[in-house]
C-alpha cells in the first residue's frame, strides 16, 4: 500500500512539473513576441520608415504654399466595418492634432450602395448635422443590419435627428453636395484608392489600408512631424 501511494505522487509531482514547463515555456514565448513587437516599433520610431516600404510617394502633388494647413484626408465608406473599427481611434486621435494641420473625411464608392452612402455623408456635412448621425450611421448598418438601399431611407433615418426629411433630401439632390461628390471620387481614382480605410497625408503620403490601426496612426504623426520639420520639402 505504501509503494503504491508513494508512486502515484511521484507520478503527480512529475505531472505537474511538466505542466509548469509547458506554462513557462508559453509565457516566454508570449513576452518573446511582445519584447520583438516592442522593438521593431521603437526602431521604426528611431530610424524612420521607408518610402516603398511603409507608404507611398504620391507622383501627381503639388508644392505646399507658405500658411496653408497640412491635410490629412481618410478615404472611407460608411458600409465598410473596417472604417467603422477605425473611427473611434481616429476620432481620439484628431483631437491631438497639432497646429497648421487640418483632418477631412472623403467618401468613395466602389458600388451603387456605397455611393448612396457616401453621399449621405456629404449631405450631413453640408448641413452640419454629422455630431449627430455619423456615429449612428456605422452603428446602424453594422451593428443592427440597416440597409439604406435609397437616399429616402437614409432621410427617414436622420429625419429629428438635427434635420428633417425634406431638409435632408433637398440637400441630398443639391448641386454643391454632387459637385463635392463627384470631384473626390476623381481624386480617389487618380491616386488610385483600392481600399478603405485609406489615409493621405499633405496630400502626397499614401498610406495602405492593410495597416493596422494603430500603426496607421503612428505613421501619419511621423509623416506630418516630417512635413512639419523646418527643411521639409513643404515650407512649416
Known amino acids: 500500500m505504501t509503494n503504491k501511494y508513494a508512486k502515484k505522487d511521484k507520478s503527480s509531482a512529475k505531472l505537474q512539473h511538466v505542466r509548469r514547463y509547458i506554462i513557462g515555456g508559453l509565457v516566454f514565448t508570449v513576452l518573446a513576441v511582445f519584447a520583438i513587437g516592442l522593438y521593431y516599433t521603437d526602431s521604426k520610431?528611431?530610424?524612420g520608415y521607408v518610402e516603398g516600404v511603409d507608404y507611398t510617394l504620391l507622383e501627381s502633388t503639388l508644392p505646399r504654399r507658405p500658411g496653408t494647413p497640412l491635410t490629412v484626408t481618410e478615404y472611407f465608406s460608411y458600409g465598410c466595418i473596417h472604417c467603422k473599427n477605425f473611427d473611434p481611434n481616429l476620432t481620439a486621435w484628431m483631437n491631438t492634432l497639432p497646429k497648421g494641420v487640418v483632418f477631412e473625411r472623403s467618401p468613395v464608392a466602389?458600388?451603387?450602395a456605397w455611393e448612396i452612402l457616401g453621399r449621405a455623408y456629404l449631405t450631413l456635412e453640408n448641413l452640419g448635422?454629422?455630431?449627430?448621425?455619423?456615429?449612428?450611421?456605422?452603428t446602424a448598418i453594422h451593428d443592427q443590419g440597416r440597409q439604406f438601399a435609397s437616399a429616402e431611407a437614409v432621410a427617414d433615418f436622420v429625419d429629428g435627428h438635427g434635420t428633417?426629411?425634406?431638409?435632408?433630401?433637398?440637400?441630398?439632390?443639391?448641386?454643391?453636395?454632387q459637385r463635392k461628390y463627384q470631384k473626390i471620387n476623381r481624386r480617389a481614382a487618380?491616386?488610385?484608392?483600392?481600399?478603405?480605410?485609406?489615409?493621405?497625408?499633405?496630400?502626397?503620403?499614401l498610406l495602405?489600408?492593410?495597416?493596422?490601426?494603430?500603426?496607421?496612426?503612428?505613421?501619419?504623426?511621423?509623416?506630418l512631424a516630417k512635413e512639419l520639420t523646418p527643411g521639409a520639402d513643404g515650407p512649416a
Do not use: C, Q, W
Open 190 to 205: 487618380a491616386i488610385p484608392v483600392t481600399g478603405v480605410p485609406t489615409l493621405v497625408v499633405a496630400g502626397k503620403y
Open 45 to 47: 520610431k528611431a530610424e
Open 164 to 177: 428633417s426629411r425634406a431638409e435632408f433630401l433637398e440637400a441630398y439632390k443639391s448641386l454643391p453636395v
Open 129 to 138: 448635422v454629422l455630431d449627430e448621425n455619423h456615429s449612428r450611421m456605422f
Open 110 to 112: 466602389f458600388s451603387p
Open 208 to 223: 495602405p489600408s492593410s495597416l493596422d490601426r494603430k500603426g496607421m496612426l503612428e505613421l501619419v504623426d511621423y509623416l
